[in-house]
């Protein structure tokens, strides 16, 4: 079992930036590929970006590639997503998830355990 905690969201002007972070606690870290989903209302959650759980992979989705970055510090315990020049498409509830499996996944049935999400507005 492990548990996340997001945080870092906020309310930002379009073009620019925050980085949220994603604690976990539980059991080891480095067991988990890390993940970040987004929903925003009257929508699917979709994928966004992953880890490997050694940092030295990292899938993102098309619509944020280029301007989100994903890193991680297993000392911490901690994933991170950075996002710069902001849209206001991007506006939605952001999630950390953890998946047991070694490979990355971009689908949310492949993960096993979920932040309770942080709140990303970019006004226009």
């Known amino acids: 079992q492990v548990q996340l905690m997001e945080s870092g969201g906020g309310l930002v002007q379009a073009g620019g930036s925050l980085r949220l972070s994603c604690a976990a606690s539980?059991?080891?870290?480095?067991?988990?590929?890390m993940g970040w989903f987004r929903q925003a209302p009257g929508k699917e959650r979709e994928f966004v970006a992953a880890?490997?759980?050694?940092?030295?992979?990292?899938v993102y989705a098309n619509s944020v590639k280029g301007r989100f970055t994903i890193s991680r510090d297993n000392a911490k315990n901690t994933v991170y997503l950075q996002m710069n020049s902001l849209k206001p498409e991007d506006t939605a509830v952001y999630y950390c998830?953890?998946?047991?499996?070694?490979?990355?996944?971009?689908?949310?049935?492949?993960?096993?355990?979920w932040g309770q999400g942080t709140q990303v507005t970019v006004s226009s």
């Open positions: 998830a953890a998946r047991s499996s070694g490979n990355i996944a971009i689908t949310s049935r492949g993960y096993d355990y």
């Open positions: 539980g059991r080891t870290f480095t067991s988990y590929v």
């Open positions: 880890i490997t759980w050694n940092g030295r992979s990292t």
